[in-house]
């Protein structure tokens, strides 16, 4: 089973106005230690069976361009005030600097509306855990303040009431840039979403044996559809609150029909308002 798991939507070269397809990524493996560049259609973690968003109707949507010691990598987030973006925690591990761009429909172009702020400030989960893949997590503190307007606006977060709720059986919404299908060669130009349906926790835990905790919620891949590669970090979101981070799925492709995984934002609710400054009511 360790052989099968990898994180989703793993981290992607990316900067304005390049040819997508010559983009690499940089695979995060969660239960493997090698870590090769590989092809882009082998994937997890995925916008597949969906479509393009309409131009700018997620506005809390965020594209990160990740600077590492080994290169620029990609990855999703959502806008929770306007000082902070969440994210996963293998986002920003090791990570130097972040340019987050908000607004964008297309990432890889400036646009109208479009604004992009640079940071080093990443607050990850202390209790991370790429082997358990547990407490995928992580908050960017930006260096000003978002103004925002129609194009940029924040997510809401769960309550202290929605602690208990498991959102079994709700129908969400994942977004992102990442491949849509296991035969892409590159990430998506535009912002991408799709409508999936969370999953008990034991229908989820029938498939990946065992591994789903309390701390995750999942959606079902039946029909092919799901996160892909690239949109790790961005958010699952039931009606108009995020319930979910892309975290991890199966490795063996997009379109499979196997569930994806995400870190349960209300697990994490104490930690994000200790971590942000964004007030839990």
């Known amino acids: 089973m360790k052989s099968f798991l990898v994180l989703a939507a793993i981290l992607i070269l990316a900067q304005a106005n390049i040819d997508l397809s010559q983009i690499k990524r940089r695979e995060l493996d969660a239960l493997v230690t090698t870590k090769l560049p590989i092809t882009l259609q082998q994937s997890n973690g995925r916008i597949v069976g ?3 968003a309409e131009r700018n109707s997620i506005p809390y949507q965020v594209a990160l361009l990740l600077t590492h010691s080994q290169g620029t990598f990609f ?8 000082k902070f973006v969440l994210t996963a925690a293998h986002c920003v591990e090791d990570v130097l600097s972040a340019e987050v761009i908000l607004g964008a429909h297309r990432f890889n172009e400036i646009e109208e509306g ?7 400030k990443f607050h990850i989960h202390s209790g991370w855990n790429s082997a358990l893949l547990i407490n995928d997590i992580a908050t960017i ?4 303040e978002v103004e925002l307007s129609d194009k940029i606006q924040l997510v809401k977060l769960p309550s202290r009431s929605d602690a208990s709720n498991t959102f079994a059986n709700a129908q969400g919404r994942v977004s992102g840039w990442g491949l849509d299908s ?13 409508d999936v349906n969370v999953l008990t926790k034991l229908l989820c835990n029938i498939r990946y044996l065992g591994v789903i905790q309390d701390s995750h919620i999942c959606s079902s891949g039946v029909g092919g559809v799901g996160s892909c590669s690239g ?14 981070v892309v975290s991890f799925g199966l490795a063996l492709g997009c379109e499979i029909g196997w569930p994806s995984v995400y870190s349960r934002v209300t697990s994490f609710l104490d ?5 942000s400054d964004v007030v839990i009511a």
Do not use: K
């Not at 990855?75 to 306007?82: D, N, T, V």
């Not at 503190?141 to 000003?144: F, K, Y």
């Not at 296991?182 to 998506?188: F, G, M, R």
């Open 50 to 52: 969906g479509s393009e």
């Open 75 to 82: 990855c999703g987030g959502s806008l929770i005030s306007r």
């Open 114 to 120: 479009q604004v992009r702020l640079q940071s080093n």
């Open 141 to 144: 503190e930006l260096d000003q």
């Open 182 to 194: 296991d035969q892409a060669t590159a990430v998506s130009p535009v912002l991408r979403e799709v």
């Open 231 to 244: 949109d790790s970090g961005g958010p699952l979101v039931v009606g108009d609150t995020q319930v979910g």
């Open 271 to 275: 930690w994000i308002e200790a971590n």
